[in-house]
């Protein structure tokens, strides 16, 4: 079955009139192999050069397991691109990564590697490692910057200059540079990368911004988002204070006979003749009046608390507490 599998792979690109043609050296594996396994291996690695659109090209003497022997190889051949894969050995002795060099004809190498895992067979490795050499096989050379991250289309800027914006996959020089990531109703993002001096090398950035604090109080102002005209600066009015300290006190009136009353209940009121002739009784009205006197101080304290009536804070107001902040 496998025969037949790899023949598609390999004859259905050729037919679809892909010139591109890949010299497959023979594989560098340090752990040691069955030759079933090591066939399965073959079959892989050829059917994954294939699935690329690439024509698959035995050499004569597939002995070659050096990058400098595979450029030497390349040149006596007609073939586009060298593929040499390396199968790396674990402390047990068990397969533990893969990596897969692409050389072309100016002897620049595209590198893949990867670790396998639980997740990540041994085949399945070949296959990705194949795929990601010829990715940088195509993007060329580089180093690269891959930048990606949320939100969709903040702006990327490189040392100073607005580049695009996010997914962002740049070539940029190697050594240091500065980056910056900013969308509008969000905190700009900057950091500093390194960029390797290989030319293969593609560097991974993943940035996510954090949406931009909407509310700031400072020295008892609030501040709106100071970009959107939709949100004014404004602060508390006086008028809270005012109703604030009519409540308060009309509750405070309000609640003086009912609390005397309630303190006295029971007791004799009046005394006439050495008689008691009237009993303090807090009634319903009582209770009615005293209930209504709370509500007034309990309204009167939220109107503090939660200032409900605001006025617009002019710029000049504004300018003035901030700086008087510091």
């Known amino acids: 079955m496998k025969?037949?599998?790899?023949?598609?792979?390999?004859?259905i690109p050729a037919?679809?009139?892909?010139?591109?043609?890949?010299?497959?050296?023979?594989?560098?594996v340090e752990p040691k192999l069955g030759n079933e396994e090591r066939a399965s291996l073959e079959y892989s690695l050829q059917a994954a050069v294939a699935a690329e659109g690439a024509e698959v090209v035995i050499p004569d003497e597939p002995g070659c397991e050096s990058d400098s022997c595979a450029f030497a190889e390349l040149q006596r051949s007609n073939a586009d691109h060298a593929l040499r894969l390396t199968v790396w050995k674990g402390p047990h002795g068990e397969a533990s990564g893969v990596s897969v060099s692409l050389i072309?004809?100016?002897?620049?190498?595209?590198?893949?590697?990867?670790?396998?895992?639980?997740?990540?067979?041994l085949l399945d490795a070949v296959t990705h490692t194949t795929r990601g050499a010829y990715a940088r096989l195509r993007r060329g050379p580089g180093p690269w910057l891959e930048v990606s991250g949320e939100p969709?289309?903040?702006?990327?800027?490189?040392?100073?200059?607005?580049?695009?914006k996010l997914p962002q996959l740049l070539k940029v020089p190697s050594g240091l540079h500065h980056l910056v990531i900013d969308k509008e109703g969000y905190e700009p993002h900057e950091t500093t990368v390194t960029m390797p001096r290989n030319a293969d090398a593609l560097h991974h950035l993943e940035v996510v911004l954090d949406p931009r604090i909407e509310?700031?109080?400072?020295?008892?102002?609030?501040?709106?988002d100071l970009d959107t005209?939709?949100?004014?600066?404004?602060?508390?009015?006086?008028?809270?204070?005012?109703?604030?300290?009519?409540?308060v006190s009309a509750g405070a009136f309000l609640a003086i006979g009912p609390v005397r009353t309630l303190i006295?209940?029971?007791?004799?009121?009046r005394i006439k003749d050495e008689r008691c002739t009237h009993v303090v009784d807090f009634d319903l009205g009582q209770a009615i009046q005293l209930s209504g006197a709370t509500l007034l101080a309990a309204t009167g304290i939220a109107l503090v608390l939660w200032s409900p009536f605001r006025v617009r804070v002019s710029d000049?107001?504004?300018q003035l507490n901030f700086n008087s902040s510091f």
């Open 3 to 11: 025969p037949v599998l790899l023949a598609l792979a390999l004859f």
């Open 15 to 28: 037919s679809l009139a892909l010139a591109e043609q890949t010299l497959v050296l023979n594989p560098q």
């Open 104 to 121: 072309d004809r100016s002897s620049q190498r595209y590198v893949e590697g990867v670790q396998l895992s639980a997740k990540l067979s």
């Open 152 to 164: 969709p289309g903040a702006t990327v800027a490189i040392d100073g200059q607005v580049v695009g």
């Open 215 to 224: 509310n700031v109080e400072r020295k008892g102002l609030l501040t709106s």
């Open 229 to 247: 005209p939709d949100a004014p600066l404004t602060r508390p009015s006086a008028l809270n204070y005012t109703l604030a300290a009519v409540g």
């Open 264 to 269: 006295d209940d029971g007791e004799c009121g």
């Open 316 to 318: 000049e107001e504004f």
